[in-house]
């Protein structure tokens, strides 16, 4: 499906209903609306794993701007404010009220731009292996010490200088390390729409006129917000989640740090991403 949002086409779907027969009432569920990572790709990564969240909310699945199945429009609009109040327009069309929002990776990103630029509007936010701010320096060293000097190297090529041969060179030598003790879908990389071109120019999107720091608007959150990391998380370390938690209001966040999990826990333990995110969803 897509709705206008912005002046942009935007795919969505949606697994679950928001409201359900409860004895002689219709009970509404809250709305989980999640960002996919990349970026570049679509919100596929999350299927089939996160319909089960189907049974205690309304699951939405969006494509950002320039991504997957949405309208690819002008780059000069694939920028994390445009994405951030894409998130709000998304919203307001089609009427969702105080959403949990997760955001994956770069989609954490997305959702720290959606959170801090329109903090009145969530009901609860996930920030899921995600980083406030980039430290490539950190991550080069990691990837070096999870696959050596020719994974460093691979990885700094893909980063200082994106294009289709580094990105081929960094799916092939550092993907593998993204989950210590993940399976990941062979058909996974398949199914997904990708663009790499809004990949690239986010890549470099720190030499331009936005660069991403949401270090001191985080403290404008005014919703409890859920951070999630693994401990062997090349790409966006641990140590970012523990920043992003540091600066939001400490009354509202709480941080779980996962052993033995690399990016995105769900691809290690799957039951124990879906046991916090059911959990978060459900506390009052």
């Not at 701007?65 to 089609?94: H, K, Y």
């Not at 801090?116 to 950190?138: I, L």
Request: aromatic share 8%; charged share 25%; with cysteine.
């Amino acid at each position: 499906m897509h709705v206008s949002v912005n002046g942009t086409r935007i795919f969505f779907d949606v697994s679950g209903e928001k409201l359900v027969p409860d004895g002689k009432r219709m009970r509404e569920r809250p709305t989980l609306l999640l960002l996919h990572g990349g970026p570049g790709g679509d919100h596929s990564t999350f299927r089939p794993l996160f319909s089960q969240l189907a049974d205690v909310a309304q699951v939405i699945y969006l494509d950002h701007r320039g991504n997957g199945r949405s309208d690819w429009g002008e780059p000069a609009s694939w920028n994390l404010p445009q994405w951030g109040d894409d998130i709000r327009g998304f919203c307001d069309v089609l009427g969702i009220e105080k959403p949990i929002v997760l955001g994956y990776s770069f989609g954490g990103m997305v959702a720290q731009s959606y959170a801090t630029r329109h903090p009145d509007h969530p009901g609860k936010m996930v920030f899921y292996s995600t980083s406030p701010k980039r430290d490539r320096a950190e991550t080069y060293a990691i990837f070096e010490r999870l696959g050596g000097p020719e994974a460093r190297a691979v990885a700094e090529a893909r980063w200082t200088n994106p294009n289709p041969e580094t990105s081929a060179a960094y799916l092939r030598v550092c993907s593998p390390l993204y989950n210590p003790r993940g399976k990941r879908d062979p058909d996974a990389v398949a199914r997904t729409v990708r663009n790499e071109q809004v990949s690239f120019q986010f890549a470099k999107s720190d030499d331009g006129p936005h660069p991403m720091d949401f270090r001191a608007a985080l403290a404008n959150i005014k919703c409890p917000s859920l951070v999630i990391g693994g401990e062997d998380d090349p790409i966006t370390p641990i140590s970012r989640s523990e920043l992003l938690a540091a600066c939001i209001p400490q009354h509202l966040v709480r941080l779980v740090r996962v052993p033995n999990a690399g990016h995105g826990v769900h691809n290690d333990d799957p039951a124990l991403a879906m046991r916090l995110l059911r959990e978060f969803i459900l506390a009052t």
